[in-house]
C-alpha cells in the first residue's frame, strides 16, 4: 500500500479515559480538513513498538468537512507501555488506487494519560515528526476566558481527585471564595473526605476546565450539574492543617442571601435548620445564618485574649485569613 505524507490541517475529537491498567479510546470525528479527500480512517498505534498494534477504525466518507466515526477501543496498559506514546494517525484513503495519504497525527503519553484519568476535546493534526512527540490541544470558548493557573497559587503542591456522589447524593464539601475558590468544609465520611480532600484546598481546574479564576457561583454552579461524579485539581499549601482546624468563611457585607447561596446539592441532603449549613459534632467551627452579619469565625483554639494596648491582632493571620481579608463571600454546599 502507498503511503504519502502532506502539510496538516484539520482537527480530530478524542475522548481518552483510565480504569483498573485499561485505557479506553473514543474516537468521535474529524473536521477541518482543506484538501479534497473522500475517505478517512484513522489508525493506532504504540511508539516505540516491537510489534505494531494493526488496529484502524473502519474508513468512513469524508463529506461537508467532517467524518463522524463514534469508534470505541479498550486496551489493557502493561508495564513495559508505561514509557510508550498512544499515536492516532488520520489518513486519506483511496480505494481505487489502494493509496493511504497522511493527514496528521498526535500522540499522548501513557504514563502522562493513566495519571490523568481523563482527557477529553478537540485536538491538532500535527505533522508526523512532531505528532509522535506531542498533542495540541483547541481551546474551546470557555478555555479562551481563563487561559492561565491564578499565579498566586501556581507555585503550589498539585493533586487530583475524582469524588463520585454519596448515598445522598452529595459529594461532601462546600467551596468558599473567588479567584480563586477554594474547599471549604469536608463533611466527616463523606466520598470528598474519603478521597483526601482537604479544607483550603484551592480549585484549580473541574473535569479538565479551568476554574482559578472564576467567580465562586460558577464553581458551584458547574459542580451542581455533574450528575455522578466530579474530577477536581487542586492546588494546597504544604501540610495543609487538617478539616476540622481550618476557619470556616461564611459571609461578608456583600454577601448573597442565604436563600441563593446556601446549597446547591440534592434537596435530601439533611440540615440542621433551614439557613444553616451543616457541622461535625466535633469540629470546633461555628457556621452562621449567611443573612446575617458575616465575618470569619476563627476556631477557639486561634482566638487570642489581648488587651487594647498589646498590639497584638485578635486572630493569627495565615494564608487563609489573608484570602478572606481580600473578601471571599459565602460558603455553598456541594
Not at 70 to 79: A, L, V
Not at 165 to 184: E, L, M, Q
Request: glycine share 6%; proline share 4%; net charge positive.
Amino acid at each position: 500500500m502507498n503511503v504519502q505524507k502532506r502539510l496538516t490541517t484539520g482537527i480530530i475529537q478524542l475522548n481518552l479515559s483510565t480504569s483498573n491498567n485499561h485505557l479506553t479510546l473514543k474516537i468521535l470525528q474529524v473536521k477541518g480538513i482543506t484538501s479534497y479527500i473522500s475517505n478517512i480512517l484513522v489508525k493506532i498505534t504504540f511508539i516505540p513498538d516491537r510489534h505494531p498494534l494493526e488496529c484502524h477504525t473502519r474508513t468512513i466518507p469524508y463529506t461537508n468537512g467532517r467524518g463522524i466515526f463514534n469508534e470505541k477501543f479498550t486496551f489493557e496498559i502493561n508495564d513495559d507501555d508505561i514509557h510508550k506514546r498512544l499515536c492516532f494517525s488520520i489518513y486519506n484513503y483511496k480505494q481505487e488506487t489502494n493509496q493511504m495519504i497522511l493527514q496528521g497525527c498526535l500522540s499522548f503519553g501513557i504514563r502522562n494519560t493513566l495519571k490523568k484519568q481523563n482527557i477529553h476535546g478537540w485536538f491538532y493534526l500535527l505533522q508526523e515528526d512532531i505528532g509522535e512527540l506531542r498533542h495540541k490541544q483547541v481551546l474551546n470558548q470557555q478555555d479562551k476566558q481563563v487561559t492561565k493557573i491564578n499565579r498566586d497559587i501556581a507555585d503550589l503542591e498539585e493533586y487530583r481527585f475524582l469524588i463520585s456522589r454519596g448515598i445522598n447524593d452529595s459529594f461532601g464539601f462546600t467551596v468558599v471564595g473567588d479567584s480563586p475558590t477554594f474547599i471549604g468544609k469536608v463533611s466527616e465520611n463523606s466520598p470528598a473526605a474519603f478521597c483526601g480532600l482537604k479544607s483550603g484546598d484551592y480549585i484549580v481546574k473541574i473535569n479538565g476546565q479551568n476554574v482559578s479564576r472564576a467567580q465562586q457561583r460558577t464553581v458551584s454552579n458547574i459542580i451542581k450539574h455533574l450528575k455522578h461524579s466530579v474530577t477536581l485539581d487542586i492546588h494546597r499549601y504544604p501540610n495543609i492543617p487538617s478539616n476540622r482546624n481550618i476557619f470556616s468563611l461564611v459571609s461578608s457585607s456583600e454577601t448573597l442571601s442565604s436563600e441563593e447561596s446556601s446549597t446547591c446539592s440534592d434537596p435530601s441532603i439533611s440540615y440542621q435548620g433551614k439557613n444553616f449549613l451543616p457541622s461535625s459534632p466535633q469540629s470546633s467551627r461555628q457556621f452562621i445564618d449567611l443573612a446575617q452579619i458575616g465575618h470569619y469565625i476563627e476556631p477557639k483554639s486561634f482566638v487570642r485574649q489581648t488587651t487594647k494596648n498589646s498590639g497584638k491582632p485578635f486572630y493569627e493571620m495565615t494564608n487563609s485569613s489573608m484570602l478572606a481579608v481580600k473578601g471571599s463571600p459565602t460558603n455553598t454546599f456541594i
